[in-house]
């Protein structure tokens, strides 16, 4: 799927391609990411997808982990920005609302039942607010969040089209 990323210092819009991502081309924990990718992706029946810019399809932007619980609904495992758009000074900017986005999308096609378009996952606590105020997610309690149909459907708007 084809994204839009926005170069932090210019403000500049960069082509992006969100597209899957096998085991072996994971990033790994050695080059600065939180996740142990590598070890994620022997999880059975988890898909894997990635963030690459079309000018430089090796070089991984984000990645995303996504599993289908009980065959019904779509669940976000783990998800990460590339320690190069980490924070204030990270290159690109809107990795994390295109992948979150792009679950979204999942969500639609995968979900069944009272589940479609519902995207579930737990938070960090101390991103639960980020969660809520910028990708409008809901918590629900703990850490266990979710993004209703209406709510998946507008970040779909502003980071998938």
Known sequence: MRI???EAS????VDAL???CSSSNLPLKKDGWQFTWKRLGKTEGAEFCKIVRVSEPGEIEGVL??????GEMLYMN???VAPHN???HGRYDRVAGCLIAFACYKSFEEGTGHYIGYLTFDSRTKLIDLYQNKYGATHA???QMFINPDAGRKLMDTYLN
């Open 65 to 70: 982990m996504l599993t289908l619980l009980n």
């Open 18 to 20: 969100i597209v899957r």
């Open 86 to 88: 980490f924070g204030e």
């Open 10 to 13: 210019s403000g500049k819009s």
């Open 4 to 6: 839009q990323l926005v």
């Open 78 to 80: 783990n998800i990460e």
């Open 141 to 143: 309690m703990g850490q």
